[in-house]
């Protein structure tokens, strides 16, 4: 039985992991007992700006999941190493990864993966769509693009509520535009079929204005969308007219605003990484539902490594309460 419809809050983390580009054999539970028990004492601060192993780099990211407890989690360019070391850390209190790698649609390459809390939302069902011109051919890439490029979209709470985690190219203008065009045409048709709220985000490589922003200038709108496949509007039916989605930092009342605006900053010290900072990280909205706080926290604590070379980015939304089918329910 359908329990009765009601506001949902959900809290949603989009994190690059930056991929494990400096592999060793520490496994997590090595990392976790070689944590020094108590405070540095007379510490030199900021003094290690540069890029740390993944096995390093993971506790960083564990404990800022486990103080800031999202419902959602979102991370890009996580290799398969990474993803089963999410699992084991994590735990029990999140389930995924939903998502594969781009480059074989099974384990080979970079994820776009998905976390979730059961306790908070009930799973229906997830697929892969890679970011070429043909959508459905496992480990295609886009004509110039650096890489291969995927989203991951899950369905949550019997079909009201979906969730897609993307990451875009670096190089290609063009790839970014073929990206945000076949976005927004898939939250058109899973709004148009039932859907309530379409959530999309991650790394766009797509700032939101200036030469390289036609990727955001699209799903957000602002721009014609780009020709797409006929097989991926075959598949995804009812996509004309699809609603553009809202970049939620620019939605968000400022006094739901903090943290950085840079999503973006590279390794290296503060002089060095102020010619790389930009906002390409996003979270947008379609549909049903409201941001109630917008968030970029820190990734270079004080005392401590960098832990990847992007910025968390955190928002709480709220997904209004609705008389029809689709409704977004707690669990």
């Known amino acids: 039985m359908r329990a009765a419809p009601v506001p949902q809050s959900l809290r949603l983390l989009t994190l690059n992991l930056r991929f494990d580009s400096q592999p060793d054999s520490l496994s997590p539970r090595d990392s976790i007992s070689s944590l020094p028990r ?3 004492t007379s510490p030199e601060y900021y003094k290690l700006p540069y890029e740390a192993p993944w096995s390093t780099r993971r506790l960083l990211i564990a404990r800022e999941i486990a103080f800031t407890s999202p419902d959602l989690i979102l991370v890009q ?15 029990p209190t999140y389930s995924g990864p939903l998502g594969v790698g781009r480059d074989d649609g099974v384990s080979l390459g970079e994820y776009a993966a998905i976390f979730y809390k059961p306790s908070k939302l009930k799973h229906k069902e997830s697929e892969t769509f890679w970011l070429s011109e043909e959508p459905f ?20 709470n019997d079909g009201a509520l979906v969730v897609v985690n993307t990451h875009w190219d670096e190089q290609s203008d063009d ?6 065009s076949l976005l927004r045409w898939y939250t058109g048709s899973r709004l148009n079929s ?26 957000t709108g602002q721009s014609l969308p780009v020709e797409i496949s006929d ?27 903090s943290g950085h605006l840079a ?40 005392a401590d490594r960098v832990l990847s070379d992007h910025r968390p980015v955190y928002v709480d939304v709220k997904i209004q309460e609705t008389d029809g089918k689709g409704a977004c329910e707690i669990v």
């Not at 051919?137 to 949550?156: D, E, H, L, M, N």
């Not at 790839?175 to 945000?180: F, M």
């Open 77 to 91: 360019e996580a290799l398969h190493r990474q993803v089963l070391d999410l699992c084991e850390i994590l735990g």
């Open 137 to 156: 051919k496992v480990g295609s890439k886009f004509p110039g693009a650096g890489s291969v490029r995927i989203a991951t979209a899950a369905t949550f």
């Open 175 to 180: 790839q970014r535009k073929l990206a945000g």
């Open 263 to 302: 999503t973006f900053t590279g390794f290296r010290g503060f002089e060095r990484r102020k010619q790389d900072m930009q906002r390409i990280d996003f979270v947008m909205m379609a549909g049903n539902g409201e941001v109630e706080r917008y968030r970029v926290a820190e990734n270079w604590w004080d």
């Open 38 to 40: 108590h405070l540095p």
């Open 194 to 219: 039932g859907a309530s709220t379409v959530i999309v985000a991650g790394d766009f490589n797509s700032p939101s204005e200036g030469p390289d922003s036609a990727g955001y200038q699209i799903i």
């Open 231 to 257: 097989d991926f509007k075959k598949k995804y039916k009812k996509g004309e007219n699809a609603p553009e989605l809202r970049d939620l930092a620019q939605e968000c009342d400022p006094m739901g605003r």
